[in-house]
Structures are given as C-alpha cells and as structure tokens.
C-alpha cells in the first residue's frame, strides 16, 4: 500500500477511535499499522508473532483484546473462515473472500454482480441488513499442483 492512502486510512483510524472513545494507545496504533500493511488477513498470533519484535513486552492477550475491540467498533473486519482461527483486514473497499480449504491463504475478490443485485424478499422482510459478503471455499491453483 502506498504511504499516502495508508495515512489517509490511518487518520481515519484515529478519529474513529476518538469518536468511540477508545484510546490511542502505542500498542493498539502498532496493531492497527501492521494489520494495515497486511494483504494476507492475519490471525492474532500472526500479527502478534510481527510485533514482537517492535514491542517486546506486548503479551497475544493485549493483541486478541486489541483486536476484539477495534471489530467491535468497526475498525476492522473479522474474516469468517471455516477454520478455528479468527483472520483479521483493514477494509478499504468492500469486496468478498476466497479461502483455500488446504492453506488457508485468503484472497480478496470484487464481484459487481453480487454487489448490485438486490436482496431477496426473504431478506428484506427479515430486517434490517447491514452488510453482505460473499465467501468461497474451494482449493488454490498452488494447493492444486
């Protein structure tokens, strides 16, 4: 990600967590930068295993609250995945997921299609949707060979 948009998304950051009166921690802004510079949805042992080298001290407890709490906020997404381990993302454009049964590996997709059909009767009788999300399971192409 380029520096100019990862200061954009990082002011946006801060000023959300201001509105919700979370505060600005020097562990949760390291968090939150290296879950920003991630493409590849880590878990929290993941992002925890990259930190601490920056900040020894910093325990996976604080890390999986730290978490917990900016996904609370809609700070961050949870990836649901098939798997016990929670996968996390920045979202900087809404998209979908699809996740190899193999490795794990994540991949984000776009499809317009889905975005911009309309929901099903069933649906909007239901309630109120926030959101929707496509995700796919099957085998990556390095999985495959």
Same mark, same amino acid.
């Given at each position: 990600m380029d520096q100019t948009r990862f200061q954009k998304q990082f002011s946006r950051f801060e000023t959300a967590c201001r509105k919700a009166g979370i505060k600005l921690t020097h562990q949760r802004r390291e968090i939150y930068s290296e879950l920003a510079a991630s493409d590849d949805h880590p878990s929290a042992e993941t992002l925890h295993r990259r930190l601490i080298q920056k900040i020894p001290m910093l325990s996976l407890d604080t890390v999986y609250r730290t978490?917990?709490?900016? =996904?609370?906020?809609?700070?961050? @997404?949870?990836?649901?995945?098939?798997?016990?381990?929670?996968?996390? $993302?920045?979202?900087?454009?809404?998209?979908?997921? =699809?996740?190899?049964?193999?490795? @794990?590996?994540?991949?984000?997709?776009?499809?317009?299609?889905?975005? $911009?059909?309309?929901?099903?009767?069933?649906?909007?009788?239901?309630?109120?949707?926030?959101?929707?999300h496509v995700v796919a399971y099957g085998i990556c192409r390095k999985c495959m060979k």
């Open positions: 978490l917990a709490t900016f =996904a609370r906020h809609g700070l961050i @997404h949870k990836v649901e995945t098939a798997e016990s381990q929670a996968r996390f $993302e920045v979202i900087y454009e809404h998209h979908h997921h =699809a996740i190899c049964n193999q490795c @794990h590996e994540i991949i984000d997709f776009q499809w317009p299609s889905v975005d $911009e059909a309309g929901l099903s009767e069933e649906l909007k009788s239901w309630g109120k949707i926030d959101s929707t």
